[in-house]
């Protein structure tokens, strides 16, 4: 399985909702990312969990909370979000120091 | 920050070689990526080439490196109308963990 899924493919949401995002691959990376994907722009990275551990893109509202139950799969938590969170949400794994499988995306509308 | 740039846009006439090119900042990049992103899906990994290499060939696909300058080039051969889409360069930083992506260039080929 050379494949990183992502569910829901569209998601749509308004302000005072609570949802989450999530991620699964089994390529047995031990790197995953998500990343924030506006219209016409290239991906900016949100958080990367590597071996389990936590780095955090400081410019990422505390609305946005990562979660890493087991090194196969990537939640991320969505409470309180603004119109402006409004894009395409991509997650991708590699393994230690090597290229990065992206899924397809969820696209996320905020209202 | 370390940047990466790239030209915005390239049309050419299909069965023609596209050539697409970009700049990077980050001297100590060891891996550096192309990828391809068609409307409204997620990355598509291309191609990569080590720092330590000057080119690498793959079927239709031709990367240069110049890394005295720091340019990297994608050259397609033969490029059809299936290769409209949005081309990202990025590299990878020494840790291994972080790409810087440029902006993107969004090659549109003519039948």
């Known amino acids: 399985d050379t494949e990183v899924t992502q569910t829901p493919k569209h998601l749509v949401m308004g302000m005072t909702n609570k949802k989450s995002l999530k991620c699964e691959q089994h390529?047995?990376?031990?790197?995953m990312y998500w990343y924030k994907q506006k219209a016409k722009k290239p991906p900016e990275l949100m958080f990367v969990?590597?071996?389990?551990?936590?780095?955090i893109n400081e410019s990422v509202p505390s609305r946005f909370s990562p979660e890493c139950p087991n090194s196969s799969l990537l939640n991320l938590h969505l409470h309180a979000l603004q119109p402006e969170d409004s894009a395409l949400y991509l997650c991708a794994s590699s393994q230690k120091q090597g290229e990065q499988f992206f899924g397809p995306g969820t696209r996320l509308t905020v209202l | 920050g370390e940047d990466v740039e790239q030209s915005l846009f390239l049309s050419v006439r299909e069965g023609d070689s596209s050539v697409i090119n970009c700049t990077y900042t980050?001297?100590?990049?060891?891996?550096l990526y192309w990828y391809k992103q068609e409307p409204g899906a997620g990355l598509q990994l291309l191609t990569y080439?080590?720092?330590?290499?000057d080119m690498k060939q793959d079927q239709r696909l031709t990367v240069l490196l110049n890394k005295k300058d720091k340019h990297l080039s994608l050259r397609i051969a033969d490029t059809q109308t299936g290769d409209s889409a949005i081309y990202f360069c990025a590299n990878l930083d020494n840790a291994g963990n972080m790409l810087t992506f440029g902006g993107g260039t969004r090659l549109m080929v003519k039948p």
């Open positions: 980050d001297s100590s990049s060891t891996y």
């Open positions: 390529m047995g990376h031990r790197a």
């Open positions: 969990y590597s071996y389990e551990k936590l780095s």
């Open positions: 080439i080590f720092s330590n290499m």
